[in-house]
């Protein structure tokens, strides 16, 4: 009588619960995917509009963040939402990060002289693309807020044959 092949499914441990200003992450946080699935995530997408295609589409490590409201913050430009975010990867900088914003909703925040305060779009896509190897990854996000605050985040992932 043949013997049965048993097949176990890693479950990684979550460094961390996700803090509500994280929305999503790619790969998902604990998730096991083959290296092959990883490097397709890299694959550009063509979008019809002006998003930073190249940035943000040819990426393969990405976090969809809410907004965080502070008067000085400035989510119109992507430029000034990437000079506030660090992006690790096994503790090396990610070379290339991109963000851009996810829905044309509109923020607008105004003190009772009508002078804008603070002004954006909704959530952000924040992403990096990196070379990879199988096995397991951790991923450590940080956005320093106007006020100096530093929001942070980790997720491992898995990556295998």
Same mark, same amino acid.
Request: proline share 5%; glycine share 6%.
């Given at each position: 009588? %043949?013997?049965? *092949? ?12 996700? %803090? ?9 946080? !604990?998730? *096991? ?20 295609? *190249?940035?943000?589409?040819? !990426? ?6 809410? $907004?965080?409201? /502070? ?18 990867? &096994? ?20 003190? !009772? &002289? ?8 909704? %959530? /952000? ?16 996000? /940080?956005?320093? /807020?106007? !006020?100096? $605050? ?12």
């Amino acid at each position: 009588m %043949p013997s049965a *092949v048993v097949t176990t499914s890693t479950i990684l441990p979550t460094i961390q619960a996700r %803090p509500s200003f994280v929305l999503e992450t790619l790969p998902r946080e !604990s998730q *096991v995917l083959r290296l092959s699935e990883f490097e397709a995530i890299g694959e550009p997408i063509e979008l019809v509009d002006d998003w930073d295609t *190249v940035t943000i589409y040819d !990426s393969q490590i990405c976090l969809k963040i809410d $907004n965080y409201a /502070q008067a000085g913050d400035d989510f119109t430009d992507p430029v000034k939402v990437v000079e506030r975010v660090t992006l690790l990867v &096994d503790s090396k900088p990610v070379d290339e990060i991109g963000a851009g914003g996810v829905t044309l909703e509109a923020i607008r925040v105004v003190d !009772s &002289d009508g002078q804008i305060l603070m002004q954006g779009v909704g %959530p /952000q896509l924040v992403c990096g693309k990196t070379d990879l190897q199988i096995g397991f990854h951790e991923v450590m996000f /940080q956005f320093r /807020q106007t !006020s100096g $605050n530093l929001l942070e985040y980790q997720w491992k992932f898995e990556l295998t044959e």
